[in-house]
């Protein structure tokens, strides 16, 4: 499966939405969302994907982990998803975290050298 995000998917900037351009292939359970124009990817799991899916820039990342009633660890560490795909040009908008969500566990994306 393929997934090519389109202008409309990125209008706004004030909630985190797909990057103009972005490709998304899934194989073994591993989802890649590649920035071709930069270039860089993450590659992650379903969780994430379905995460990174959901920024379709009318939500902030807070009503979007709450959406899904994430709390706690699990949380923490989806914002710092959430930054490291803004971070590698997948996601554009706003994904700052308020000061009692602050991060500080890694995510489950990787960048594939």
């Given at each position: 499966m393929v997934f090519v995000a389109t202008a409309q998917a990125v209008?706004?900037?004030e909630?985190?939405?797909?990057?103009?351009?972005?490709?998304?292939f899934e194989k073994a359970g591993k989802h890649l969302?590649?920035?071709?124009?930069i270039p860089n990817w993450v590659v992650v799991n379903k969780?994430?994907?379905v995460l990174l899916f959901?920024?379709?820039?009318?939500?902030?990342?807070e009503q979007i982990?709450?959406?899904?009633?994430?709390?706690?660890?699990?949380r923490k560490?989806?914002?710092?998803?959430?930054?490291?795909?803004?971070?590698r040009g997948v996601i554009k908008g706003?994904?700052?975290v308020s000061e009692s969500n602050e991060c500080y566990t890694t995510c489950a994306c990787t960048q594939v050298a």
């Open positions: 209008a706004g900037a909630t985190p939405e797909l990057s103009e351009g972005l490709l998304h969302f590649f920035a071709p124009d969780n994430s994907a959901s920024c379709d820039g009318h939500r902030t990342v982990l709450d959406s899904y009633g994430l709390q706690g660890e699990v560490d989806s914002f710092v998803l959430f930054e490291e795909a803004k971070k706003r994904v700052s």
